[in-house]
């Protein structure tokens, strides 16, 4: 509850945090309406998955522009879904625990993040996969 | 260990919460007790509006409505006291907005304003739009609004906290006591708390309950009116209980004055506006009283519908729009608790028990008084349906009893500010809690008895059937034997519950113990008044008689226990008593 | 408490999008990982993909799909919703909408995924 | 009709935990809930504990979880129930003090933390300050909240976190926030824009179900929320 002085006026304890968070949400969902489902789409729908090996990948990742688009994707979804963790492991934890879940989450999201950047920037072209 | 404050206000309806904003902005150190959350008192039921001579729509003056009040109450009413409630009504409706209370709006903004039963324009011409508003929810409106102008000052709450005993000083109430306190049980826990205090007033609410068929809440049981009887104060003009005449059938919830203020019907079984009969000026907008006899003449020559015991309210030609916008609560209520969809049918009514025109004397400062001198009582206040100023008389007119709310907590909370300063402590101590104590433990102790709801209901019974609309010499000695009866089976009662903890089955017995008070005073005061004035209407003495009975009753208990009656002139000022013709 | 209310249509749509919110970000988990593992060690990541291309793979990831449908579905629900307050009074006709819309979407999907497991060719093709 | 009336029950002076016992009463279609508790009450146990008072919807007494939902027991018939078999409860998530009465302390104190009050800065004038019907109209829905508290015991995020401030409080702030003689919407969005104030609204809607007023509450929240957002960026 918000805390609030003897004469009524407003304590705020948390700033504009949760409200950046609040909204950031929205946005990377409607972000990731459009991305995932064109990605589902791609690498379910129109192509099959067996097919989709690594040289699959370094070819479509053979230009800058797929990797922008997959990178952003990442970005989002990894706030996302991790700030959405955040919201579910708020509701049903107190105390320390969820002062640990939530820097588990925060540093799972760093850890993936940087995977899978580290894979988007490093990935090698389709002839050295092949080879 | 005793607690104290300097004021203390029991009843958070209404008038005990505007008098605690005004203790509370004078910087007194004072608390509210009441047995419900503030916001569940009986004041947040109210409906349909609260009188004002704004003049937002039409001329108006408050002068025509202290006329209104007058002769609305047949002239029992004390002319001083109207004219402070006719006057003082303006601006505190006006302060209730500055609160932030939610007015219905007329068009260019300000306060909208609908017509109501018994006021009318220019003494009497035609009815008028004084009634201020806020939908059909205008006692909820000033309930919130008071409430929370009380967070707002930090006022003090014992919520739970149901009083039990008032403490006093140098004798009894009536013979030279002092008001000096309470004692009040806590509800959560049973905990007696002794509160003693320089300043009490008592704001508890009607006493409804007593009658089968009511518009009342379970908790309207009369308690302060019981507790500063059975202290030794009189109690003044009980014989007058307004019967509201559009309660819905069985259950007694009302349907606000409100419906016909925006122009409904009353039907009979032959569809016959039948208030033509009977005040042909104003129609369905006569004054309560004359309403709800009118009704009960119907029934008796068989014109109820389909011969049974109620007429028709009838809002249809009314249109779907103005029903939503400015009924739609009580149209609610008839769709949840009739299951009739008032857009298309007529809704079955019948009169409801209702209003309190009776209660303890007060004069115009809210301050109780004992005699027919109007002695003050040094120390107790009262106020709201609790209290008898008297600025209702021999009946009350719509909307007059949130003004009275209004004007009389405030004049209380600030006649309490002048009155504690220079005041000191009375001298109470923990002592004082004992005799109220030995009766909740002998409750408690009683192993079996008759349960205290047999009583209540045959109480509810005779009181409905006899001491109802119209009475008679024989109906009321029947009750008056039957609620002797009543009170000797009362000592043998006995509850389920013996526990502490939230016990309600105890506290019910309690207020089964008060409702028994007022039943009898009330009872008492009817049979000695000969005459129909308002809303006592006798079918052996059918008219009214000023020569005798232009005078309040003063019921006060006996050394005997019985009740002792006596009557105080009526204050006349500006309009001499005429024939009351609508 | 979550089981002894009976709450309606707003209650069920908040349980689904939670529990699909979880799932999806679990198989998030698995799917940068992998990728990740593809860009360090490819010929293992091939490896794993012949799970992905089995019967069971493939129940898994229309599962998988239904949960981002419905997830995306009901996540635009709420966002519009928290755009345009009144719409609230529309909740469960946009709920009803979601439903009608997961399924139209989510046929195709199905044949398509599903096909292979039991020997078909995949009804629709892009010529990849 | 034979009623079966199986009401969770708790004595904090007998009792480890609550327990069920079963009533049965003679009811007609258009009773309602708590004209069977009364009839229990009177004719077979009256150590059988709840609120009420004014029976007709508009105290906020007697709200309960019946049949699974919080509803008024004086605002549900029996034939609505569509059952002869009706449970009875405590509102959830708040401690319970007796058989059906709960400790509305904290809620009431929730209720208090939002500012629910009037505060206009400009000086009172003579007559009534003007509003017009349009300005009345925005906030005209959450005026009609009787603190009941159905709403906010029904709402899964709040038994999921009890600091929650939850829909009424919400509902009450809206009513201020929104009401053009108000000076201090700030001060209240300041609050409401805390952890535990409009964000831990799910939309999940019990509480819009639940409201015997029929207040539009998601509705209300997202009004506050957006506010916020409008405000803060
Ligand atoms: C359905 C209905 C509609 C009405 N409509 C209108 C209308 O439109 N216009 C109009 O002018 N009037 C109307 N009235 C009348 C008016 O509302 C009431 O007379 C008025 O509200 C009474 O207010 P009050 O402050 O005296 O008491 P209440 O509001 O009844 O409050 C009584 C308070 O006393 C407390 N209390 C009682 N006993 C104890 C105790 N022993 N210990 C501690 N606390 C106690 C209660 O908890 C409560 O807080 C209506 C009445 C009803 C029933
Ligand atoms: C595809 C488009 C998506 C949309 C439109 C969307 C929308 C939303 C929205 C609006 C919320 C907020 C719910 C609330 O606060 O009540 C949310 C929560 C959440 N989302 Fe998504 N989302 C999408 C994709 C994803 C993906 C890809 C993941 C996981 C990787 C994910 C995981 C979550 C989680 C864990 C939550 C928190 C659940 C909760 O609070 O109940 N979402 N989503
Ligand atoms: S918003 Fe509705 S449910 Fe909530 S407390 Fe107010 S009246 Fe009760
Ligand atoms: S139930 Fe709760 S989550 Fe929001 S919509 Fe109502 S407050
Ligand atoms: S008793 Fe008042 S709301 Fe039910």
């Known amino acids: ?131 | ?582 | ?128 | 009709m034979q009623i079966e009336l199986r009401i969770l029950r708790f004595d904090p002076e007998k009792d480890q935990k609550p327990h069920e016992q079963t009533y049965t009463v003679e009811a007609g279609p258009m009773d309602r809930v708590l004209d069977l508790l009364h009839k229990v009450k009177y004719e077979q146990d009256g150590t059988l504990t709840f609120r009420r008072s004014c029976a007709h919807g508009v105290c906020g007494s007697d709200a309960m979880l019946i049949n699974g939902r919080n509803r008024l027991a004086c605002k549900i018939r029996v034939d609505q129930l569509k059952a002869r078999r009706i449970t009875v409860a405590p509102l959830p998530g708040l401690p319970v003090m007796k058989d059906l009465v709960v400790d509305m302390e904290a809620f009431f104190a929730k209720f208090r933390s939002v500012q629910p009050y009037l505060q206009a800065d400009s000086l009172d004038p003579d007559r009534e300050r003007l509003q017009s019907q349009a300005e009345r109209a925005v906030f005209d829905d959450t005026t009609k909240c009787i603190l009941c508290a159905a709403c906010t015991t029904s709402c899964p995020s709040f038994w999921a976190q009890p600091s929650y401030v939850g829909p009424a409080a919400i509902v009450n702030a809206h009513r201020f926030i929104f009401d053009s003689r108000d000076d201090h919407a700030d001060d209240r969005l300041t609050i409401l824009a805390d952890r535990d104030g409009v964000w831990r609204c799910r939309t999940i809607f019990n509480c819009t179900d639940a409201c015997p007023r029929g207040i539009h509450i998601t509705q209300a929240i997202l009004e506050v929320s957006s506010r916020i957002v409008e405000h803060q960026a």
């Open chain 1, 1 to 131: 509850m918000a805390r609030t002085t003897l004469a009524g006026s407003a304590r705020p304890m948390t700033g504009g945090f949760e409200l950046a968070v609040w909204y950031l949400m929205r946005l990377t969902a409607l972000a990731l309406f459009v991305l995932v489902l064109a990605h589902f789409t791609i690498v379910h729908f129109i192509y099959d998955p067996a097919v989709q090996n690594a040289n699959w990948i370094a070819a479509r990742w053979s230009g800058a522009a797929w990797r922008t688009v997959d990178w952003l994707m990442l970005a989002a979804v990894v706030f996302h879904a991790f700030m959405g963790m955040r919201t579910v492991i708020h509701d049903y934890t107190k105390g320390p625990a969820r002062m640990a879940l939530t820097m588990l989450v925060y540093l799972l999201a760093f850890l993936i993040f940087a995977m899978g950047t580290m894979a988007l920037v490093t990935f090698p072209d389709a002839v050295k996969v092949a080879s």
């Open chain 2, 1 to 582: 260990m005793i607690r104290e404050h300097e004021a203390l206000v029991v009843g958070a309806g209404g008038a005990g919460l505007w008098a605690a904003l005004e203790l509370a902005k004078a910087g007194v150190d004072s608390a509210v007790l009441t047995k419900l959350y503030p916001t569940r008192s009986h004041t947040g039921a109210a409906q349909g509006g609260v009188c004002a001579a704004l003049g937002n729509q039409e001329e108006d003056h408050w002068e025509w409505h202290m006329f209104d009040t007058i002769k609305g109450g047949d002239y029992l009413v004390d002319q001083d006291a109207a004219e402070v409630l006719a006057r003082e009504a303006i601006e505190t409706v006006i302060e209730l907005e500055h609160m932030g209370l939610p007015f219905n709006r007329t068009p260019d903004g300000k306060i909208d304003q609908r017509r109501f039963g018994g006021h009318t324009r220019n003494y009497g011409e035609g009815p008028v739009m004084r009634a201020c508003f806020a939908a059909d929810r205008t006692g909820h409106m000033i309930l919130q609004t008071l409430y929370q102008q009380c967070v707002k000052l930090g006022v003090k709450f014992y919520d739970e906290y149901h009083v039990v005993d008032l403490l006093t000083e140098g004798g009894e109430l009536g013979s030279g006591g002092r008001a000096a306190g309470v004692v009040a049980y806590r509800i959560a826990d049973g905990q007696l708390a002794v509160i003693r205090s320089k300043a009490v007033l008592l704001a508890t609410g009607g006493f409804g309950r007593m009658f089968r068929v009511t518009s009342n809440a379970w908790s309207l049981t009369g308690d302060g009116v019981s507790l500063a009887y059975r202290h030794g104060l009189p109690v003044q003009d009980m014989e007058f209980y307004q019967f509201h005449p559009t309660g819905i059938v069985g259950l007694g919830i009302l349907l606000s004055e409100a419906a016909r203020g925006e122009g409904a019907y009353l039907l009979n079984k032959d569809g016959q506006r039948f208030m033509e009969r009977y005040a042909p000026k104003l129609m369905e907008l006569a004054p309560r009283d004359m309403v709800s006899r009118a009704i009960v003449q119907e029934l008796r020559a068989g014109r109820g519908i389909d011969g049974k015991d109620y007429v028709y309210l009838d809002v249809r030609h009314l249109g779907r729009q103005k029903i939503d916008e400015k009924l739609p609560d009580i149209t609610d209520f008839v769709r949840v608790y009739q299951g009739i969809e008032p857009y298309t049918d007529p809704i079955p009514i019948q009169p409801t028990a209702h209003y309190a025109m009776g209660g303890i004397p007060t004069n115009i400062h809210a301050q109780a008084t004992c005699d027919a001198a109007n002695t003050v009582v040094p120390g107790l206040y009262a106020a709201g349906e609790t209290a008898c100023v008297s600025v209702h008389g021999a009946n009350r007119l719509g909307t007059n009893s949130l003004v009275d709310l209004l004007v009389f907590g405030r004049r209380a909370g600030r006649q309490m500010v002048l009155d504690v300063k220079g005041q000191d402590m009375p001298d109470v101590t923990d002592a004082a809690a004992e005799p109220v104590r030995a009766e909740i433990e002998a409750l408690r102790a009683r192993p079996k008895g008759e349960r205290k709801e047999a009583i209540r209901k045959e109480l509810a019974d005779v009181m409905m059937d006899d001491v109802g609309v119209y009475r008679t010499a024989e109906g009321l000695e029947s009750a008056r034997t039957k609620v002797a009866e009543l009170r000797d089976r009362y000592q043998h009662v006995s509850i389920d519950d013996k526990g502490t903890t939230f016990n309600t089955d105890l506290l019910e017995a309690r207020e089964v113990g008060y409702l028994l008070d007022c039943a009898e005073t009330m009872v008492a005061a009817c049979i000695n008044r000969k005459e129909s004035r308002g809303a006592h209407s006798r079918e052996d003495y059918p008219e009214r008689d000023d020569v005798n009975f232009l005078t309040h009753s003063l019921a006060t208990k006996g050394a005997d226990g019985a009740v002792a009656l006596d009557y105080k002139p009526v204050t006349i000022t500006k309009f001499q008593p005429k024939p009351r013709v609508y």
């Open chain 3, 1 to 128: 408490m979550l089981f002894r209310y009976r709450g309606s249509e707003g209650m069920l749509a908040w349980a689904f999008h939670r529990i699909s919110g979880v799932a999806i970000w679990a198989f998030i988990l698995l799917h940068v990982l992998d990728i990740w593992l593809a860009n360090v060690n490819p010929p293992v990541y091939n490896d794993l993909l012949s799970l992905y291309g089995s019967p069971i793979g493939r129940l898994l990831e229309t599962a998988l799909g239904a949960a981002v449908l419905y997830h995306a579905l009901n996540g635009v629900r709420i966002v519009v919703m928290d755009f345009w307050p009144s719409t609230t009074r529309y909740h469960k006709q946009l709920w009803y909408a979601n439903w009608v819309v997961f399924v139209v979407i989510g046929i195709p999907f199905v044949l398509q995924i599903m096909a292979p497991a039991f020997g078909l060719a995949a009804p629709f093709s892009f010529g990849g």
